[in-house]
């Protein structure tokens, strides 16, 4: 039922042409199966208690969409929260990464891993990939990832996933995904001439302030999230307001709000 409702959400855009992949629907211990797809034999019931991961995309005539979000309808434990803040500090140091051109991504994966691994913990799958425009959501030549080292070297204008997670098996699956733009960085200085890039956000959707452990995430970080709140209040609510959206803008004004380390 909840698939199915993603999909009528997506339907009802503009420009919108098809899904760009099966949705990833999961909670509890089917979160922790990577590429879960829900059958009548496999399903659960959303509940208050387990973490829900949903990865799901869509195939618009300007583009397409990939983006996963994790979180949680009641009260966190602990240890998912922990787990949860070490994943999105991971999601953080990609995205605010500055590298030289010519930089290839799979030199930035162990950026993703870097908070987990002081902690033990690790995934099994590639950082990100790269994302066609209105074609392939996995698309060549770039990503990143650990397990190739052929991909070609990042450039202006390529478009790639930014998609660390962590995986308990039998318990609960954690995974944040955005879309991201390579784009120019301005740095003081410029060694060799060579130049350097960063990432731009393309996916603009929260990033559940409760399962955030905030006492663990650095002041850079803390203000890496508020950033990123603050554009998504402004552009998608913007365009909430235009639809006449009026209650999911209150969700989003509610999700947005902004976090500190002692919050």
Known sequence: MFVHEISLSCSQQESFVDL?????????????????????????????????????????????TDVTR?????????????????????????????????????????FARAALWDQGLDYLHGTGH???????????????????????????????????????????????????????AKTKYNFSNRGSLTFEPLTLVPIQAKMIHTHLLTPKECNWVNDYHKKCREVIGAELERQGRHEALQWLIRETEPISKTH
């Open 130 to 184: 790269g994302v066609g425009a209105f074609l392939n959501v996995h698309e060549g030549p770039c990503g990143i990832s650990y397990k190739t080292f052929a991909d070609e070297p990042l450039e202006a204008g390529m478009i790639v996933s930014d998609e660390p997670g962590y995986y308990e098996d039998g318990s609960f699956g954690i995974r944040l995904e955005n879309v991201v733009l390579v784009v120019p």
């Open 70 to 110: 994790t979180m949680h309808f009641g009260t966190p434990s602990a240890y998912e929260k922990e787990c949860f803040t070490y994943v999105l500090k991971g999601h953080i140091a990609v995205s605010a990464a500055i590298f030289p051109n010519g930089t290839k991504g799979h030199l930035l994966d162990s």
């Open 20 to 64: 760009s992949f099966a949705t990833i629907s999961s909670t509890g211990p089917n979160g922790a199966i990577i590429h879960y797809k829900p059958t009548p034999e496999t399903n659960r019931t959303l509940s208050m208690n387990e973490i829900y991961l949903l990865d799901s995309g869509a195939q618009y005539k300007d583009g397409t």
